[in-house]
């Protein structure tokens, strides 16, 4: 058996490797190994302060960084029994659903390597860039900023938009829209896609699916207790699984896939047993976000309160669930006597995913599993170079 | 093939990430259509590295003390590079970085971070939580024109390692040269500076510690390029 040993896949914040074990040009067993250096954020913020710990959480990552501050706000609000106003949770849901856009459209990006052939593939690029800055322009607005939102905070949001703001944000909506409609056509051409594309079609995989809710995620529709986090290296024994810098997670006892698929062929009537599937919900998500976004700028109304006027920390436990753009994201925080932080677990969504990749990339050809794993996104997927060796036995 | 090589006048920049968020890649890939025409950009997003050498080395994330392959990464990407930048204030400055203490599963070992310049020298630092992608082209600009003048500051901070609002509060409200212009606020990425009787006030528990304000002030910006390093 042959291995072929992609020694930088990015992930979260950081680095991976791929190792692929492969028989007559087919891959029998992939391992994927998160090597990132374990920044410990839910260490960090103990003994912090709830606002504290709500920016923080944002910088664990810079692609999905809305999606963390909601989901530790949530928790918090979830700790200490209180709620944002009306216009608080829809202005929240809306900088939620610009970063999953944000973040689908640089995924879009990665993939487009093993999407497109080469010669379409820089156009497709540029626009991508070019209408990822025109959406990170509305988090800008509406969030403070393109990265890290800093309005996002625990009981709403820190400061209202104006109605000039929102206003000329509606307006420049069907712009926007126009934008995404070009890109939308380019990402779903089969004419200009590769064998690669040809192959994921092809290759059926399903699985179990977790989501719990189509734009925001639904604490009632998760039991937190079910989830069971596992290290890496306990999870898959082996010399290379102990380079893993990452724990994998299991719903119920099984392994689930999460993220726009899941979210997909739960909440619509949506069909795709291929892998490729995946990348036609990711349209999709994209397509209802932007929807869902529109209706949300309708429906602000700025003369009434975004943000809970009375917030008391004190103790309590928490549980906060979010559909981030790669799935379903939980927070999990405990408040002690000042409020201050004692315990925080966080469960990104590649947890989830990672068992499921590593079962998708078998059977597939060498470069469609590398493919495989970028089309579930495991936060930034980059490849920079294939090592290929020869090991006995396998 | 030669010739194409010759004809080639740009700018070879690597961007390399260590322990960072990726927000700052976002910024640097943001700001790509606009630096095409001067920097031929190798970034992990779009590709393989392309060359040997590089003219400019763009470094994000701080590095993990306790991770020994990193550290000699940071090094062999130092001394393929002609320019080594440190961008963004995990990088320059530690930042958020600061916070980190471990003893989290699965590796409770890895507790030290540090902004790169504690490990290789750095030519210039870029603070911000990002940047703004106008600051990395702007920068290119600087650089492309031999503009030692703008580069100034940015060469003076590559040298230091901490910087935060308290510094601010310290150099420029305590000695009494704040001329409340608000520069600091805006600059904030976390509303942690508010201008109380037009003098900054400093929300302590949001600082991150990324030291934008202090290199927006242009007061301690000033400062800083007096004293050197």
């Given at each position: 058996?042959?291995?072929?040993?992609?020694?930088?896949?990015?992930?979260?914040?950081?680095?991976?490797?791929?190792?692929?074990?492969?028989?007559?040009?087919?891959?029998?067993?992939?391992?994927?190994?998160?090597?990132?250096?374990?920044?410990?954020?839910e260490?960090?913020?103990?003994?912090?302060?709830?606002?504290?710990?709500?920016?923080?959480?944002?910088?664990?990552?810079?692609l999905?960084?809305a999606?963390h501050?909601?989901?530790?706000?949530?928790?918090?609000?979830?700790?200490?029994?209180?709620?944002?106003?009306?216009?608080?949770?829809?202005?929240?849901?809306?900088?939620?659903?610009i970063?999953?856009?944000?973040?689908?459209?640089?995924?879009?990006?990665?993939?487009?390597?093993?999407?497109?052939?080469?010669q379409?593939?820089?156009?497709?690029?540029?626009?991508?860039?070019?209408?990822?800055?025109?959406?990170?322009?509305?988090?800008?607005?509406?969030?403070?900023?393109?990265?890290?939102?800093?309005?996002?905070?625990?009981?709403?949001?820190?400061?209202?938009?104006?109605?000039?703001?929102?206003?000329?944000?509606?307006?420049?909506?069907?712009?926007?829209?126009?934008?995404?409609?070009?890109?939308?056509?380019?990402?779903?051409?089969?004419?200009?896609?590769?064998?690669?594309?040809?192959?994921?079609?092809?290759?059926?995989?399903?699985?179990?699916?977790?989501?719990?809710?189509?734009?925001?995620?639904?604490?009632?529709?998760?039991?937190?207790?079910?989830?069971?986090?596992?290290?890496?290296?306990?999870?898959?024994?082996?010399?290379?699984?102990?380079?893993?810098?990452?724990?994998?997670?299991f719903?119920?006892?099984?392994?689930?896939?999460?993220?726009?698929?899941?979210?997909?062929?739960?909440?619509?009537?949506?069909?795709?047993?291929?892998?490729?599937?995946?990348?036609?919900?990711?349209?999709?998500?994209?397509?209802?976000?932007?929807?869902?976004?529109?209706?949300?700028?309708?429906?602000?109304k700025?003369?009434?309160?975004?943000?809970?006027?009375?917030?008391?920390?004190?103790?309590?436990?928490?549980?906060?669930?979010?559909?981030?753009?790669?799935?379903?994201?939980?927070?999990?925080?405990?408040?002690?006597?000042?409020?201050?932080?004692?315990?925080?677990?966080i469960?990104?969504?590649?947890?989830?995913?990672?068992?499921?990749?590593?079962?998708?990339?078998?059977?597939?050809?060498?470069?469609?599993?590398?493919?495989?794993?970028?089309?579930?996104?495991?936060?930034?997927?980059?490849?920079?170079?294939?090592?290929?060796?020869?090991?006995?036995?396998? | 093939?030669?010739?194409?090589?010759?004809?080639?006048?740009?700018?070879?920049?690597?961007?390399?990430?260590?322990?960072?968020?990726?927000?700052?890649?976002?910024?640097?890939?943001?700001?790509?259509?606009?630096?095409?025409?001067?920097?031929d950009?190798?970034?992990?997003?779009?590709?393989?590295?392309?060359?040997?050498?590089?003219?400019?080395a763009?470094?994000?994330?701080?590095?993990?003390m306790?991770?020994?392959?990193?550290?000699?990464?940071?090094?062999?990407?130092?001394?393929?590079?002609?320019?080594?930048?440190?961008?963004?204030?995990?990088?320059?400055?530690?930042?958020?970085?600061?916070?980190?203490?471990?003893?989290?599963?699965?590796?409770?070992?890895?507790?030290?971070?540090?902004?790169?310049?504690?490990?290789?020298?750095?030519?210039?630092?870029?603070p911000?939580?990002?940047?703004?992608?106008?600051?990395?082209?702007?920068?290119?600009?600087?650089?492309?024109?031999?503009?030692?003048?703008?580069?100034?500051?940015?060469?003076?901070?590559?040298?230091?390692?901490?910087?935060?609002?308290?510094?601010?509060i310290?150099?420029?409200?305590?000695?009494?040269?704040?001329?409340?212009?608000?520069?600091?606020?805006?600059?904030?990425?976390?509303?942690?500076?508010?201008?109380?009787?037009?003098?900054?006030?400093?929300?302590?528990?949001?600082?991150?510690?990324?030291?934008?304000?202090?290199?927006?002030?242009?007061?301690?910006?000033?400062?800083?390029?007096?004293?050197?390093?």
């Amino acid at each position: 058996m042959r291995t072929a040993v992609i020694n930088k896949v990015c992930r979260i914040a950081g680095d991976a490797k791929l190792f692929l074990y492969e028989e007559d040009g087919e891959v029998k067993r992939a391992s994927f190994i998160a090597t990132a250096p374990v920044r410990g954020f839910e260490k960090m913020i103990v003994g912090k302060n709830p606002l504290f710990a709500v920016e923080a959480v944002m910088r664990i990552c810079g692609l999905c960084h809305a999606s963390h501050g909601i989901a530790a706000s949530e928790a918090i609000e979830n700790a200490i029994g209180t709620v944002p106003p009306r216009n608080g949770l829809l202005l929240r849901e809306a900088l939620g659903l610009i970063n999953r856009i944000q973040s689908h459209l640089l995924q879009f990006l990665m993939f487009a390597g093993d999407l497109i052939v080469e010669q379409k593939r820089k156009p497709l690029i540029l626009k991508l860039i070019d209408l990822h800055a025109d959406v990170s322009g509305y988090l800008l607005k509406l969030g403070g900023a393109a990265t890290h939102p800093p309005n996002l905070t625990v009981g709403g949001i820190l400061k209202a938009p104006k109605e000039s703001t929102i206003d000329r944000l509606r307006n420049n909506f069907s712009s926007l829209a126009g934008k995404w409609k070009e890109v939308e056509a380019l990402l779903t051409d089969e004419d200009i896609q590769t064998d690669v594309a040809e192959e994921l079609r092809i290759h059926k995989a399903t699985y179990s699916f977790l989501a719990t809710g189509l734009f925001y995620g639904d604490v009632y529709n998760l039991l937190p207790d079910g989830i069971e986090l596992v290290p890496y290296y306990d999870f898959r024994k082996g010399e290379e699984a102990r380079l893993s810098t990452t724990r994998v997670a299991f719903y119920m006892g099984k392994t689930v896939e999460t993220g726009p698929r899941a979210r997909m062929s739960v909440y619509r009537r949506f069909k795709c047993e291929s892998l490729y599937g995946i990348h036609s919900a990711r349209v999709e998500d994209v397509k209802l976000a932007l929807l869902r976004l529109k209706e949300i700028l309708d429906w602000l109304k700025p003369s009434e309160p975004f943000r809970t006027k009375r917030i008391m920390f004190g103790p309590g436990r928490g549980v906060g669930v979010y559909e981030a753009p790669r799935g379903t994201l939980v927070h999990f925080v405990e408040l002690g006597e000042e409020g201050r932080v004692v315990s925080s677990k966080i469960v990104v969504p590649t947890m989830f995913n990672i068992p499921i990749m590593e079962e998708a990339a078998v059977g597939l050809s060498v470069r469609a599993a590398e493919a495989a794993m970028r089309l579930y996104d495991p936060c930034i997927p980059c490849t920079t170079h294939v090592v290929e060796g020869e090991r006995d036995g396998g | 093939m030669e010739d194409e090589r010759i004809k080639d006048e740009r700018l070879k920049v690597l961007h390399v990430n260590f322990a960072g968020c990726e927000g700052c890649n976002v910024s640097i890939l943001r700001a790509y259509p606009k630096i095409f025409d001067t920097v031929d950009l190798d970034i992990s997003y779009l590709g393989e590295r392309r060359h040997e050498r590089y003219d400019v080395a763009v470094i994000t994330g701080g590095i993990c003390m306790n991770d020994p392959e990193s550290i000699e990464e940071l090094k062999d990407v130092r001394e393929k590079a002609d320019v080594a930048v440190a961008f963004g204030s995990c990088a320059s400055f530690g930042g958020i970085l600061r916070f980190c203490r471990g003893g989290q599963e699965p590796r409770p070992d890895q507790r030290n971070f540090q902004p790169v310049n504690s490990v290789i020298n750095v030519d210039y630092s870029i603070p911000g939580c990002p940047p703004t992608p106008q600051m990395i082209v702007s920068f290119f600009k600087f650089l492309k024109d031999g503009n030692e003048r703008r580069l100034r500051l940015f060469k003076v901070v590559a040298g230091v390692k901490k910087l935060s609002g308290f510094d601010l509060i310290d150099d420029v409200v305590l000695t009494g040269l704040c001329i409340g212009c608000g520069a600091c606020e805006l600059s904030c990425p976390t509303g942690a500076i508010r201008l109380i009787d037009k003098r900054p006030n400093l929300i302590q528990e949001k600082c991150i510690r990324c030291g934008t304000c202090y290199v927006r002030c242009p007061r301690a910006s000033s400062i800083i390029c007096m004293r050197g390093v």
